[in-house]
């Protein structure tokens, strides 16, 4: 099994700040009317939209409410000039996308080309891992010469592709290509109903693939956990971090995952 080279992964957390439409306390997922900490205005989440534009929404809630966003709407945000520029500076930043083109062109790559699903699986196959059992690779990695990151790295390979096959991390890229959808709305890079067709495709993937909340988010947060190059079991770290705004949203009564995850998504809009 060869050695890897750890990449230093910085992580570009979208901070859209100075909205005066962004509602706070959403970061456990309360649907509470609050207070917009600029205007002083309150304000209250929209909870008249249809089911399936709140399971779109349900599907990148968690990086949603890591940003303090709300996740009862579309991107999280409001759409208005102030958010399109902050959304523009965003999608540049983190993503390299500056117009329809790089748009498209980034959407694809999650939703075709593979995205980092597929990178996932070439390091399981480059590294035979699939001719071990758990127990042996864990005992191969009991070697001093490896690292606490480097046992997570190949036991969240390993343990993804045993569950998920060719599927490991799919929920990963889908999970981001649903967000990316929102963000370019709000962007102006798509039209709303370009943005919300697109979602429907991928939303309809995503139901196809996992049978429910709790098995998409398994193979989001092995995909998250490889991205970023940490271990879901430190609570320091940010893949722990999501994994606890999973289950304090799915705690909310009102929350996002209470909706049906078979829910017949339907063109609304």
């Not at 060869?2 to 439409?21: D, E, H, N």
């Not at 990695?141 to 490991?168: F, H, M, P, R, V």
Request: with cysteine; glycine share 6%; proline share 1%.
């Amino acid at each position: 099994m060869k050695k890897r080279f750890i990449l230093t992964v910085i992580i570009t957390i979208l901070a859209l700040t100075g909205c005066g439409t962004k509602p706070v306390n959403q970061s456990s997922g309360s649907s509470q009317p609050s207070v917009s900490a600029d205007s002083g205005e309150v304000s209250t989440p929209e909870n008249d939209i249809s089911d399936t534009l709140q399971w779109f929404n349900a599907t990148y809630a968690i990086i949603t409410t890591r940003n303090e966003a709300d996740y009862h709407l579309t991107g999280g945000y409001e759409c208005n000039e102030m958010n399109k520029l902050m959304m523009k500076k965003g999608l540049k930043d983190s993503w390299d996308v500056t117009d329809r083109a790089s748009a498209d062109e980034t959407l694809k790559w999650l939703t075709e080309d593979g995205g980092h699903n597929s990178k996932l699986l070439a390091a399981y196959h480059d590294n035979k891992l699939d001719e071990y059992s758990r127990e042996e690779l864990m005992n191969a990695l009991s070697d001093e010469s490896y690292t606490d990151l480097d046992k997570s790295y190949y036991l969240g390979i390993y343990d993804s592709a045993q569950k998920y096959g060719d599927n490991a991390i799919k929920a990963w890229d889908l999970s981001r290509a649903m967000q990316l959808c929102a963000w370019y709305y709000l962007a102006g890079y798509y039209t709303y109903g370009e943005a919300m067709d697109s979602s429907l495709e991928i939303a309809s993937e995503l139901q196809k693939t996992y049978t429910s909340w709790d098995d998409m988010m398994q193979s989001y947060f092995y995909g998250f956990q490889y991205w970023n190059d940490d271990d879901m079991t430190d609570e320091t770290s940010e893949s722990y971090a999501r994994i606890q705004i999973y289950q304090n949203l799915k705690e909310n009564k009102d929350g996002p995952y209470t909706l049906d995850w078979n829910y017949t998504l339907q063109k609304d809009w």
